[in-house]
C-alpha cells in the first residue's frame, strides 16, 4: 500500500469513528456508501414500519472470500461481528469492538482495491463525498 493510500485509510476510519455515537446515522452512511459501490456482496437489513421514520438500517452484512463482517443496531448501541465462512457455513462468529471491525473492513476493501477497479473506484468516492 503506497503511502498516501494509507494516510487515504486512516482519513477514511477517523472519519467514521468521528460518527460511531450516532448509530442510525453511522449505518446509513456505511449502507449508502457500500450497496452503491459493492451491490453484489453487501446486504442491508432496513426496519420499515407504521411508525418508523423513514427506512432505518437495522444491520449490514459485507461479505469477502472467507470473511463476512456484520454491523447491527442492538437497541441504539453497536454490535460488531466477524464471521469465518467456508462454502455458506459459519464456523465461527467472533465480537469485535467497532475501531477494530471497522479497521479489517477498510483494510479488506483496500486490499480488494488493489485488484477490483470496482472497489477502488467505490473507496474513491467514500473518501470524497
Known sequence: MAESEGMSFEI????????RHDVPLL??????????????RVHVMRHSG????????????IDFEDI??????????LETLRQKVVHDVVLK???????DWIEDVLHHLM????????????LDRFLTS
Open 12 to 19: 477514511l476510519a477517523a472519519g467514521i469513528r468521528d460518527i
Open 27 to 40: 449505518l446509513s452512511v456505511l449502507a449508502k456508501k457500500l450497496e452503491a459501490g459493492l451491490p453484489d
Open 50 to 61: 407504521l411508525f418508523s421514520r423513514g427506512n432505518s438500517v437495522n444491520s449490514i452484512t
Open 68 to 77: 463476512r463482517y456484520m454491523i447491527k443496531n442492538k437497541a441504539g448501541r
Open 93 to 99: 462468529t467472533e465480537s469485535m469492538n467497532f475501531d
Open 111 to 122: 486490499q480488494e482495491s488493489d485488484q477490483n477497479e470496482k472497489v477502488r473506484n467505490m
